[in-house]
């Protein structure tokens, strides 16, 4: 099956007499007939359902349908992006691991990776994705556990070169985890390139329609745990919350990372994702190649238009053959990239604020990736505490505008974002 077809029919296969639309299994527990039935389920002998913490036929179809759309051997469903960050990581990393990953990642991965999970005892290096080969060589320690970078950074836009930072994982024999949240599976399929884990958060494009908060863990199944024993214990010793199970040897590669994940981050840390937040989720995804489509136009005649603009000072967006990154982007997201774009107006910070407060159907919301367009203002909003010195360390310009393009007609964004323009 191609993409768009997948988008419809992987992961939930009615049979005769059965709902054509994948049904919302709203039940905390599952009945069995004797205990002894229950008991192989829970040692992990058999296959099925029994709490809806662990597993829901309703969440696993969606997780089903991701996996078959990037390509992987199997996927767990979380409660939110944040979620599916933490979980893809602390699943191979603990209290003393070090962790390498891109310096330009969304905010909420930054934070997360630099105060929470370091109070966890987990050591992160921060590598700026473009660095020399020395300089990331040198990110590497011993106790190294994964690298992680995001596909298109949110929101600075940059695309990141994942064979090579999954040639420089894998010689150290780690896997790399990317965050493909912005490209979707669509526009990008990470283990084509060498990644080995995927995560989103499913609450941007996947959704699409500012609907649900969620996420998601792929795993590739290719990488090698065994070949690596040492560095990573808990799939390959045995579990003792788990009657002495070893993940890598019992399930193999294909399916060790997300059934350890499932079956005892999951289970100890309840993220989970609702089956009516995945039921939604799931009519995001079955449109999902159409609206990328159009996301991705909407956004390059936007930004073609604002770079043509006497009034704008600068325009990044990876689809501009002016772009630092056009090339790169040529390669890893040939049919488009995303719908964000991002440029400064003339007059800085105060120029933005007042441009922003002029567009009428370009909604001022901390979203991005949504049916709707909404725009941002970092400096006045997320980034508001800093003084433009401290904005521009942490590269974001007081000028810049995050505009999250939508799928409304093209000519009436660029006649609301001319209207506003002409205010200033
Ligand atoms: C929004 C976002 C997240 C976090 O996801 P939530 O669903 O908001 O928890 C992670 N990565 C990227 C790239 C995002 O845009």
Redo the contacts with the bound molecule.
Sequence with gaps: MEIETKCLHAGYEPKNGEPRMLPIVQSTTFKYDSSEEMGKLFDLKANGYFYSRLQNPTTDAVAAKIAALEGGSAAMLTG???AA?FLSVFNIAGAGDHVVASSTI?G??FNLFNVTMRRMGIDFTFVDPDCTDEELEAAFRPNTKAVFG?TIA?PALIVFDIERFAKAAHAHGVPLIV?N??ATPINCRPFEWGADIVTH?T??YMDGHDAT???VIVDSGKFDWMAHADKFPGLTTPDESYHGITYATQFGNGAAYITKATAQLMRDLGTVQSPMNAFMLNLGLESLPVRMERHCANAQKIAEFLESSDKIAWVNYPGLKSGKYYERAKKYLPNGSCGVVSFGVKGGRAAAEKFMAGLKLGMIATH?ADARTCCLHPASSTHRQMNDEELLAAGVAPDLVRLSVGLENADDLIADIKNALAAL
């Design positions: 939110s992006g944040q960050t969304y909420g991965t995001e949110n965050d949240t912005f958060s609450t941007k908060v969620g996420g991005v």
